[in-house]
Nanobody
């Protein structure tokens, strides 16, 4: 059964950190690029970051550059999103998604990026508030 499961969300104060994990099963993980998306209430789902199948290429939305770091461990079928210096505007449900094309790394910030992805997790809530 194909599955992506996010974990690591929670409530954190502004300036704090969280590490999200996305663990995959049921497909050949290291053939897929993995993207992180987020959706705040009343807003469209937006691309945050993407990592290529080998981990050799990454990309970030301008709003998170320098604060978020994406990485992957193919031996563990897991992608991570380290989020530092969190801001209230980072509050959202965060989703990971898989796509069988490394070209997706370059289009993660496109408005239509979410339509490129084949498989999605159920999401994890991140709330940044004092």
């Amino acid at each position: 059964q194909l599955q992506l499961v996010e974990s690591g969300g929670g409530l954190v104060q502004p300036g704090g950190s969280l590490r999200l994990s996305c663990t995959a099963s049921g497909f050949t993980f290291d053939f897929y690029a993995i993207g992180w998306f987020r959706q705040a209430p009343g807003k469209e789902r937006e691309g945050v970051s993407c990592i290529s199948s080998s981990g050799g290429s990454t990309n970030y939305a301008d709003s998170v550059k320098g604060r978020f770091t994406i990485s992957r461990d193919n031996a563990k079928n897991t992608v991570y999103l380290q989020m530092n210096s969190l801001k209230p505007e980072d509050t959202a449900v965060y989703y990971c998604a898989a796509v069988a094309s490394d070209a997706a790394v370059h289009t993660i910030v496109a408005v239509t990026a979410r339509y490129e992805y084949d498989y999605w997790g159920q999401g994890t809530q991140v709330t940044v508030s004092s």
